[in-house]
């Protein structure tokens, strides 16, 4: 098949080849949003006379019954065609002629692919919102359990004062919470309209870019058409930093479970199932899921960085530099959720040991508990802080094992009840309803 821009002249095979790449590959992500984006936009032109009744009602039925195929996994992108695009006006085309070439009337593949990875993103960040909290609420009931088992806190990997696997827990819970924002964002910016930009300059066709932004349960258009062109590129950037942000803090909670896994350590027994033996050394248990965990992270944080090197510099208008951007962003969401999925599994079946410090070795974690005692007795912080110095370094030191941390967010008052609160909030904020209750209206039969 020719491609759609085709002249008449002869198409040199290799350049072809080198110019789609894995465009097709990447294309049948987008297969199911490229019919959604049609069926608003054909419901469009045919509000403003460019299509019959009787043409909007075959050519929807036509891109309707499209969408069990592609969700069975049984859409293909047939030799010879150049995109999803092109393979679903092709199939309206065969079943219903002349007609299924209509529904490229004023836009261009600029604003169609554009749509597309609005509505995919936008879909797929609502996977990971979701399996995010799912995480979240992991490390918050892991916290509430063991609140109580206190555990070497450091700096400088120097043992510095006592923690708790309460607060562990519950710091990157916290964290996912600052996570949240992020994504939050990103949902945002995907949540915007760009159809109706065509090639970046709009059309002469009297488009209603507020009909299809209702179809489509977009909260609102990219009103200026060339901005919404310089979206592309952008917005992949964007949600890369809130998918890396993610991945920072699971790659951060992976260091620390492969340490405190190590027998130096002997913090926690992670599962089983999640570690490997060595050929040679029989009394081997590796940590080899959360060291996958911690690389697969790295490389999702390297993820704004390579779009950045692909889009940076451009002027404004469409450039072909931005195709080779789905190779390495459509995946990403994907290879996130399996991260996430891993890690929850891990920390649900993770044990932790609950006598670590009653080890003499750590009964200098204890000393600034002395220092606080003598101060609050009268003694200037300073003189107790030598005193209590000398005596741990003459031997002298007697650790008291008993400590009362009350304030906000301490070891006696983990704040997880105000944590799960901001980040239920985080999560009802997302507007999923709205958007099913658009998106189930426009492809219902």
């Known amino acids: 098949m020719k491609p759609i821009w085709d002249k008449g002249k ?24 490229d019919v959604q984006g049609s069926l608003a936009h054909i419901t469009m032109l045919e509000s403003i006379g460019l299509l019959e009744a009787d043409e909007l009602k075959a050519l929807s039925a036509g891109l309707k019954e499209l969408l069990p195929v592609i969700e069975r996994g049984e859409f293909v992108i047939e030799d010879g065609v150049e995109d999803v695009h092109s393979q679903v006006e092709l199939m309206l085309t065969r079943q219903l002629g002349d007609m299924g070439k209509k529904i490229h009337s004023g836009r261009s593949r600029n604003d169609q692919v554009l749509v597309d990875l609005k509505l995919f993103t936008r879909d797929r960040l609502r996977g990971i919102v979701n399996s995010v909290k799912s995480l979240f609420d992991i490390l918050i009931k892991q916290s509430n359990r063991y609140k109580d088992v206190l555990l070497p806190g450091y700096t400088h990997l ?14 990157y819970a916290e964290a996912l919470t600052d996570d949240m924002l992020l994504l ?22 009297p488009l209603n870019r507020q009909m299809t932004t209702d179809l489509l349960g977009f909260e609102s258009m990219n009103y200026n058409v060339v901005y919404a062109q310089m979206t592309r590129g952008k917005l992949e950037r964007n949600v890369a930093y809130a998918l890396a942000s993610v991945a920072a803090t699971i790659s951060r909670l992976a260091f620390d479970a492969c340490m ?3 027998q130096n350590f002997g ?13 040679i050394m029989p009394h081997k248990k590796n940590p080899d899921v959360f ?44 290879q996130l959720e399996e991260v996430i999925t891993m890690t929850a599994y891990m920390l649900d079946h993770i044990k932790v040991r609950e006598d670590i410090l009653s080890d003499p070795k750590y009964d200098a974690i204890f000393s600034v508990e002395e220092v606080n005692r003598l101060a609050r ?7 107790a802080y030598r005193k209590v110095g000398a005596e741990i370094e003459n031997g002298t030191f007697k650790a008291d094992r008993n400590i009362h941390h009350t304030h906000e967010g301490s070891i006696g008052n983990l704040c ?12 009802s904020e997302f507007p999923f309803t709205e958007i099913d209750k658009a998106i189930d209206k426009l492809t219902s039969k």
Do not use: H
Not at 10 to 17: A, F, T
Not at 272 to 278: A, E, L, M, N, V
Not at 416 to 427: E, F, S
């Open 10 to 33: 002869p198409v040199n095979e290799l350049i072809q080849k080198y110019t789609v790449g894995r465009d097709r590959e990447m294309d049948l992500m987008l297969a199911k949003y």
């Open 158 to 171: 120097q043992i510095a004062m006592p923690s708790s696997f309460g607060l562990w827990f519950g710091a």
């Open 184 to 205: 939050r964002a990103a949902f945002d910016q995907s949540n915007r309209n760009p159809l109706g930009s065509a090639a970046g300059y709009g059309s002469s066709f």
């Open 260 to 262: 405190y896994n190590s």
């Open 267 to 279: 913090f926690i027994k992670l599962p089983d199932d999640c570690t490997t033996g060595s050929s």
């Open 291 to 334: 060291e996958l965990t911690r690389a697969r992270c790295n490389r999702l944080q390297a993820l704004p960085q390579e779009i950045t090197l692909m889009t940076n510099n451009l002027p404004s208008g469409y450039f072909r530099d931005m195709q080779l951007v789905k190779e390495v962003f459509l995946p990403a969401f994907e």
């Open 377 to 383: 007795e009268g003694m200037p912080f300073r003189e």
């Open 416 to 427: 997880n009840d105000r944590i799960t609160a901001r980040m239920d909030k985080l999560v």
